[in-house]
């Protein structure tokens, strides 16, 4: 068996660990990686019954620990791998992953020292493998990587090929090509740099899902500043108000982080203004999770965990209200909705596992349906398929 690993806060890891016990009970031959497989010996201390211990995107080591255990016969119906991969997720929608790695030192997050400096995909490659997954049967594409806006940073934004016509290394360019594919196009992890505002027009023209996904993290300027996130409140609305009046129906997403250390109180509030202010859509919060090795850990005033955990309960009740209204106002519209499996689908509002979802009766997973909204709840609309 073969266990990926995430070892981003403690809880991953021991969630991490907990899955190659389990591994190992039910098989005994297990190899680990991922992200915690780079901690070095974190795993083997734990599990010292592994077979092998990788890092992330080490596909080469995993498969060379697999054959070295398990002898691979030629069979050549399945080593014929389709040119659009093997993913995990279902055949209507697939994660499109166009750089590794991150050029900020955001001091709660240990991304750079796990994985290094943004490594952009070529444009080429992007699209071919995006092309791929059209062409067999995805009809949604899900843009990722640590920092979707700096894509094309580290090679000076270098021009490449596509269909033999010239593409900067860019996202807006990358989104304008993505945008001919005839698919959903939804846009994750953003940065909220200048340029992103170019993409904007394209979600109004239809070319992209009018979805925007800005981990904002907080709205103190001191906490921002402890953060290292150059950012505030006041420039984060106006961006916001901006994107709204360009494309009305677009839908922001982003998460946020209660309990960093030193939050006062009147910090915590004003991020509570910020959020009944900004109207966000689709919003996370965490408690703040004191990762090994974030430099973060090493600030003074640590808030404790009970109200770490009260701010975010807040946090999140203040939300599930502006949610509840938002949802409301979209009962007795049709929307189009992606089926994931009959009776569930998303709207252009929703990405897969983090969003809501519509409900109604019927439908065929991978289908667009048009569903009259009947009904909303505070994440999650009803309705019938028209």
Request: hydrophobic letters at 40%; aromatic letters at 6%; one cysteine or more.
């Amino acid at each position: 068996m073969i266990v990926n690993t995430c070892g981003f806060i403690d809880a991953a890891v021991e969630e991490s660990l907990d899955a190659i016990g389990e591994a190992l009970a039910e098989n005994g031959r297990v190899v680990v990686t991922g992200c915690l497989g780079a901690k070095e010996g974190v795993v083997a201390k734990v599990h010292p019954a592994v077979l092998a211990i990788t890092g992330p995107h080490d596909t080469e080591g995993v498969m060379q620990a697999v054959h070295q255990h398990l002898p691979k016969p030629h069979d050549p119906y399945i080593d014929l791998v389709p040119p659009q991969g093997i993913k995990l997720t279902p055949r209507h929608y697939a994660y499109l992953k166009i750089s590794e790695g991150c050029n900020h030192r955001c001091t709660f997050c240990i991304i750079p020292s796990m994985r290094g400096d943004l490594v952009s995909r070529s444009i080429a490659q992007v699209m071919q493998e995006a092309e791929n997954l059209v062409k067999a049967g995805v009809k949604e594409l899900l843009v990722i990587s640590q920092d979707t806006s700096a894509y094309g940073v580290d090679v000076k934004y270098r021009t490449g090929f596509w269909q033999g016509r010239p593409l900067k290394t860019r996202m807006t360019e990358l989104c304008r090509a993505l945008g001919e594919l005839g698919v959903w196009v939804r846009l994750h992890y953003v940065y909220p740099y200048p340029h992103v505002d170019e993409v904007i027009p394209l979600m109004t023209a239809g070319k992209i899902v009018p979805y925007l996904d800005v981990p904002f993290q907080h709205a103190s300027a001191r906490i921002l500043r402890l953060m290292k996130r150059p950012a505030s409140a006041e420039k984060v609305l106006q961006r916001i108000r901006g994107w709204r009046e360009i494309c009305p129906d677009i839908t922001i997403r982003s998460t946020f982080i209660a309990g960093f250390p030193g939050e006062t109180e009147s910090e915590f509030a004003e991020l509570l203004a910020f959020l009944e202010e900004a109207q966000l859509d689709r919003v996370g919060c965490f408690a703040y999770s004191p990762v090994e090795g974030a430099a973060a850990n090493a600030l003074p005033d640590p808030v404790p965990e009970t109200v770490k955990e009260e701010r975010r309960a807040r946090f999140m009740a203040l939300q599930a209200r502006i949610s509840a209204a938002k949802l409301q106002r979209k009962v007795g519209k049709t929307l189009k909705v992606l089926i994931d499996q009959p009776g569930i689908g998303r709207s252009s509002a929703d990405a897969p596992d983090i969003d809501g979802v519509v409900h109604f009766k019927g439908g065929k997973a991978g289908e667009f349906a048009d569903v009259l909204i009947q009904r909303a709840d505070e994440h999650d609309l009803h309705g019938r398929r028209l």
